[in-house]
């Protein structure tokens, strides 16, 4: 793999499931916030798994002045590591964990990991209050060219002010198809993401793992289903994590 393909594979969006989001400045009255993503630690470390493997990269970290933490990323390029810093001071709960977490962070913003987040134009949102902070009533959807090529939400029916409430919603819908569309909305909404599809191929293709594997630890994490189209997320989750650890050229 090359500088510019390595590049690329870092810099690439992650799916919306591997983001969090954290409030930023609010209005006066503390109903709305602005929204702030941030790629998980976890995700960050498959990032790190899938492009140069278990064995290619590192962390490390140092305390950095007072309630202040550096962590640095470490890459193997042709044999040779390259460190890149940065830092975090500790966050409101659960103090120096957070400052790890965070610290990690924005070590792999220096590596382009999750650096395009930056881009995002400020979106104020309903927050409310959590203790001594506040959180977001509801999670923003990122724009397009912020999620992975051919990724779509799952569409959503939502309740408005137009809209009558929803025991009346019930009560005027035959009941046989009312129970079917909720059942058919909750098993899609269950289903496997085409981001995670997608991952899950180029882990595939990338540890040469041939189809007749492949599609036994589609089984074994299905118990028994023949398509990856029919995990679940949660199933899919696990193929993803067995084939990180899935041994290159086994």
Avoid at 106 to 114: F, L, P
Avoid at 225 to 240: F, H, N, P, R
Wanted: charged share 30%; net charge neutral; glycine share 6%.
């Amino acid at each position: 793999m090359d500088a510019q393909e390595i590049m690329k594979r870092l810099q690439d969006p992650f799916p919306p499931e591997e983001i969090e989001w954290r409030v930023g400045s609010t209005n006066g009255d503390k109903t709305k916030g602005i929204a702030l993503a941030y790629v998980t630690n976890r995700a960050i470390q498959n990032r790190l798994d899938e492009v140069f493997g278990v064995f290619g990269w590192r962390n490390e970290y140092r305390e950095w002045k007072e309630k202040s933490q550096l962590c640095g990323i470490s890459v193997k390029v042709e044999g040779e590591w390259i460190t890149k810093w940065d830092g975090a001071d500790d966050s409101n709960m659960e103090a120096v964990k957070g400052g790890l977490s965070d610290a990690m962070k924005r070590a792999a913003y220096q590596w382009g990991i999750g650096r395009y987040l930056y881009k995002l134009e400020n979106m104020w949102v309903p927050i409310k209050a959590a203790g001594r902070s506040h959180v977001l009533v509801s999670e923003p959807q990122l724009p397009s060219w912020a999620l992975p090529e051919g990724f779509q939400y799952n569409a959503k029916r939502q309740t408005t002010d137009t809209q009558p409430p929803q025991e009346e919603r019930k009560t005027e819908a035959p009941k046989n198809n009312t129970t079917n569309n909720n059942e058919d909305n909750t098993t899609t909404s269950m289903l496997i993401s085409a981001a995670q599809i997608k991952y899950s191929h180029r882990l595939k293709n990338d540890k040469r793992i041939s189809d007749d594997d492949f599609k036994l630890l589609v089984s074994q994490v299905g118990n028994g289903k023949d398509s990856i189209k029919d995990l679940t997320k949660k199933e899919a989750s696990v193929l993803i994590n067995q084939l990180n650890e899935y041994p290159a050229g086994a």
